[in-house]
């Protein structure tokens, strides 16, 4: 039978007076702070506030609609009960709001951070992402990592003036590296920013660095794990991969309600009226221990994995050379132009320099990057309609 926590009496108690008597210890981030690259524009109303304005700008991207489309764990299943990366950004958001509201943040930074924080996901979840980083690499000495590239599609390709702040969070929400305690680094300014940024191009390794620098950012990077722990067992069990009673309990539980009921009651319990985010020691481990039976039970699963090595790996490789070709000859018949760069000029920001003369193989990056599952299949189709490279999909009566 599932076990859910509740906050103590002495927690619940103090949290009800000082929202009654608006006595709570000031620790959201005051909009009145916020910083832009443009500082004379998108300026906060009545109506519409600094992170509203974020928000808004995020869920009206091209890119955004693409969501609906990405894998978020299991690529080779026609089953729409199993979740895409739409329905992740979702639980992210609620799951941070829900933390946010209790512990008096900004609820529009955290909701603009969690919307955006995946937007530059690739194709084919992290196994997509690992594959496009090795051939960034191979060709232009770069690496890819899909929180930065979220950045980059929110504050590059589409010049939005969003605020630093919510670009921040989105560049630091590494959902792969769990922690004990979160704690904010503030940020100076973008030239701060950018350079962070470069070096996560330069050595991957310094994404793991990235700290988020408002307490929002820090319970969206926590809720970005509490979102997909349990819910990825689920869609597992959905796939037929593994039963949901494979994973041991624990003082978190092991199903998806259990999880994240419990993981917002301990870091609630552990934060309030603190400057940082925190989980005790014993629920700590044993999100530790769930993520690594996810990996082994789930992530690491050798059907899944012979797919992307045999099929996927060499497909995208072929598609990222004839992509890169076709931009060297100037074939605007490419795709590249007619469905990309065209698609991106579509859009009428200032910039600075034309999205055209943009690295080549950036914007090949960017093109491959932003493909939906379903579109890199049928774009591979098209461009190599005598490959033997076939995707095996799981159909819903197999």
Known sequence: MPIYEYLTPETEKKIATEKAENTFALLAFNEENVIRRNPGKDKANIIRTAFLRDCDKIIHCPFYNRYADKTQVFSFYKNDDISRRALHVQLVSRIARTIGKALNLNLDLIEAIALGHDIGHTPFGHAGEAILDE?????????????????????????????LQTLSGIASHDGELELSEYRPLPLADFTEFDKQLESCYVDKENVKKLVPSTLEGCVVRISDIIAYLGKDRQDAERAKIISSDAFDGGVIGSINAELINNLIVNIIENSYGKPYIMLDEAHFAALQKAKADNYRLIYGNADVQKQIDNSIKPMMAQMYDRLLDDLNRQNQNSPIFRHHINYVNKAHYERKVPYEQTELNQIVVDYIAGMTDDYFVDLYAYLFPDSGLKIKYKGYFD
């Open 135 to 163: 051939l960034y690499f191979a060709h232009a000495g770069r690496h890819f990592s899909h929180n930065i590239h979220s950045v980059r599609v929110l504050d590059g390709i589409y010049p939005y003036n969003i605020s």
